[in-house]
């Protein structure tokens, strides 16, 4: 074979190098209260939940920040009648958008429990045209952590890639097998999510974007290698000192600029519903259904909050 029909049959990958990138917003305890706004709305993945305004969070103490802490929790008090609202909860979004660039999410503890559907993505209306990012996400404490995209058809990930996840399903389009997007299972990384994670303390989550590629890293809080920036929530970043990343979502048959737009970052905490209600019957050690556990157990859900030292996010 001549070396030009090799290079005929080879598609040309591009280069997905890091880069030095400077803080530009930060955001800790109180400022968590400022640069976010709680949305008061129907859950859109169906959960058996109320989000609530900041009035109602506040009163009930399910927000709360310290000088450096900030926590969202459900209500962990209250016997649901079947035939009223969910459980009280969390929805939050940022109010700026941000586009490429990196984001840092120093996170000490997560939503934990039975029925629990807790997550940290970002994504923009009119949905999915903006696209969809999932960078924390799981269900009733099943670790590890999965990171996903949801697009619009287009945009597919290479099933083998640079990275330490595991691929599981490879098309992005949220009309095709019941919206899975494109995901990547931190199958390295099995104290990502959950009981396991809070355990240990927590651990730093951080994307990049760029035009070329989706890149997501998962440090866990006791790992001798976390880099001093991102540890820290340093004034700078360089992505080339980070290594392989956890997850990958390269441009190579996926235009990322046309499928991801400026983005709201969300934190919230559901339950049952969608995913964690669909796959609850077949979820070890989770008794009864999962509309009847949320009901009738709030003491269950006394460990269901995040609590979170920062979000830091680079230009």
């Known amino acids: 074979m001549s070396f030009r029909c090799f290079l005929a049959l080879v598609p040309l990958v591009p280069a997905v190098f890091g880069a030095t990138y400077n803080l530009a917003d930060s955001i800790i305890g109180p400022q ?25 969070a506040s009163a009930q103490n399910l927000t709360f920040a310290s000088a450096d802490r900030f926590i969202a929790r459900a209500d962990f008090n209250a016997v649901l009648s079947a035939s009223g609202p969910g459980r009280n909860s969390f929805r939050l979004q940022s109010n700026a958008l ?33 696209g969809e990012i999932d960078i924390v996400e799981g269900v009733n404490n099943q670790a590890p952590n999965q990171a996903a995209l949801h697009t ?29 997007g494109c995901t990547a299972l931190f199958t390295s990384s099995p104290r990502s999510f959950g009981p396991p994670f809070n355990t240990n303390g927590g651990g730093w989550f951080a994307v990049e974007r760029t035009s070329q590629f989706i890149k997501i890293w998962f440090w866990e809080r006791t790992d001798p290698n976390v880099p001093v920036g991102v540890r820290d929530g340093n004034s700078d970043v360089n992505t080339d000192n980070w290594g392989t990343p956890t997850a990958l979502f390269p441009n190579t048959s996926c235009d990322i600029a046309s499928h ?8 919230n905490l559901t339950f049952c519903g969608d995913w964690a209600g ?5 979820t070890s050690g989770c008794p009864s259904t999962c509309v009847d556990f949320v009901n009738n157990n709030p003491a269950a859900f006394a460990n269901a909050y995040f609590d979170f030292s920062f979000i830091k996010i680079y230009a």
């Open 32 to 56: 968590f209260l400022t640069k976010f706004s709680l949305q008061a709305i129907p859950d859109p993945t169906n959960g058996r939940v109320n989000y609530v305004d900041a009035a109602t």
């Open 98 to 130: 941000y586009g490429n660039g990196v984001q840092i999410f120093s996170i000490n503890h997560m939503p934990e429990g039975c029925g629990t559907w807790p997550a940290v993505w970002s994504y923009a209306e009119p949905w999915p045209t903006p």
């Open 152 to 180: 619009t058809p287009g945009c597919t990930m290479p099933a083998t890639r640079d990275m330490t996840a595991t691929a599981t399903f490879n098309d992005c389009n949220t009309n095709v097998n019941g919206n899975s």
């Open 260 to 267: 991801f737009a400026d983005h709201h970052i969300i934190i």
């Open 278 to 282: 669909s796959v609850y019957p077949g």
